[in-house]
């Protein structure tokens, strides 16, 4: 949505999802936070920063033979977050500091 033609203000349709609609949630919450505080998050790097429980609980589950496809899933987003600086990274690490405190690396100056 973000790269579209459209120029939506996704603070305001994330305010309006929450309005009563099946998505409403504390984390569409916290992205209407992060959107009206910096529209284009262009204050952070879409880098997702990687604490050690994810890739220990992935290589837990291979040792077992255990499925844990969400949470591999969301390592691999980690990793691929720092080879680009798309959007939907700088919503993600945006949503991860304000639900759990993870640090955010701040953008290059001139780089947003």
Known sequence: LHASEF???LAAI?????????VRSWLLEL???ALKADPHLSGIKGYVEDSG??????????EKDVP????AL???TRFRSRQTDAFADKMLAALRQAFG???VQP??????
């Open 53 to 62: 429980e994810g890739r220990w609980t992935v290589q837990a589950a291979l």
């Open 7 to 9: 120029h939506l203000d």
């Open 107 to 112: 953008s290059d100056p001139g780089s947003a």
């Open 31 to 33: 992205a209407e936070l």
């Open 74 to 76: 969301s390592l691999f």
């Open 101 to 103: 405190g993870h640090a």
């Open 14 to 22: 994330a305010h309006l999802w929450n309005q009563g609609s099946v």
């Open 68 to 71: 844990a496809t969400a949470i």
